[in-house]
């Protein structure tokens, strides 16, 4: 995210929640490898494929799936299409200004995306119809509707909950490859569930899941999307700080250990 966001928090108050970060204490009570609360509701837009809205803490994200058929890209004939859009509107908080997206919404989009695709979320070469002429592209829309930190992961949660929750028309190829629309649907094709894990360091101390004043007065932040089987597939640095090698070891143990705990959450759609 931009880092226009420094100038909100006076400093008493940025030196106070450094002090807290310092002696292993978070102004919310958690420890500093603790998750804030989840819930996930998903079928939450009727227009929509699918759709979930997710909450962490006081983070709240809403991404919706929108299906339909076209060409593939030229250059993969044999495999749908996924994109991913992000809008951050001035409704979720008042550092998000309207207009056009901006780096901040083109990250965030960029983000998701790469850790969707590189898992991969989806089968994408089951998504294909007719090779090369005939696939399914399908969008996901996030929009952010309230902002306390940490909206990769939320966003992250809402993308792929939203995935899980679609289903798209069944189609049959007749042998003059016509296509037939029937009256079934069916799930999209999940290959892997990857969740988005961001950790801030705060001085020489590393936090999981921060909150909007953590972000505030953080040093830098690193994301990453890890994979079912705990495989790294994307990872983006933030912040205008860096972290030496034995931070970004632990904060990569600590993204590990997380991990399991915020995809059972998804998990649980698939029941």
């Known amino acids: 995210?931009?880092?226009?966001?420094?100038?909100?928090?006076?400093?008493?108050?940025r030196e106070a929640i450094r002090s807290m970060i310092k002696r292993g204490e978070r102004v919310d009570g958690r420890k500093p490898e603790e998750f804030r609360e989840i819930s996930i509701e998903v079928g939450v837009a009727g227009n929509a494929e699918g759709s979930a809205r997710?909450?962490?803490?006081?983070?709240?994200?809403?991404?919706?799936?929108?299906?339909?058929?076209?060409?593939?890209?030229p250059d993969s004939p044999g495999a749908g299409v996924q994109v991913v859009h992000a809008?951050?509107?001035?409704?979720?908080?008042?550092?998000?200004?309207?207009?056009?997206?901006?780096?901040?919404?083109?990250e965030l989009a960029r983000v998701i995306d790469r850790g969707l695709r590189s898992a991969p979320a989806l089968k994408l070469e089951e998504l294909v119809l007719i090779p090369g002429k005939q696939v399914w592209r399908i969008f996901v829309d996030i929009y952010p509707i309230d902002h306390d930190g940490n909206i990769i992961d939320a966003s992250g949660?809402?993308?792929?909950?939203?995935?899980?929750?679609?289903?798209?028309?069944?189609?049959?190829?007749?042998?003059?490859?016509?296509?037939?629309?029937?009256?079934?649907k069916t799930r999209l094709p999940i290959a892997d569930i990857p969740v988005f894990v961001t950790l801030a360091k705060i001085g020489d101390a590393i936090v999981i899941d921060p909150s909007y004043e953590e972000e505030l007065v953080m040093d830098a932040r690193i994301t990453f999307a890890l994979t079912k089987d705990g495989h790294v597939c994307a990872i983006q640095k933030g912040g205008r700080g860096g972290f030496t090698v034995e931070e970004l070891t632990r904060a990569l143990?600590?993204?590990?250990?997380?991990?399991?705990?915020?995809?059972?959450?998804?998990?649980?759609?698939?029941a």
């Not at 966001?5 to 008493?12: E, G, H, Q, R």
């Not at 899980?164 to 190829?173: C, D, F, G, Q, S």
């Open 157 to 184: 949660l809402a993308a792929m909950a939203a995935l899980l929750n679609a289903k798209i028309p069944k189609y049959t190829v007749t042998a003059e490859g016509t296509l037939l629309k029937t009256e079934e």
């Open 54 to 73: 997710v909450s962490l803490g006081h983070t709240k994200v809403i991404a919706g799936v929108k299906a339909s058929l076209g060409q593939p890209f």
């Open 253 to 270: 143990e600590m993204a590990r250990e997380a991990a399991p705990k915020v995809r059972a959450k998804l998990e649980s759609l698939q």
């Open 87 to 106: 809008e951050l509107i001035p409704l979720a908080s008042p550092i998000f200004e309207p207009g056009p997206p901006d780096e901040n919404d083109i």
């Open 1 to 13: 995210m931009s880092e226009r966001v420094y100038t909100v928090i006076p400093a008493p108050r």
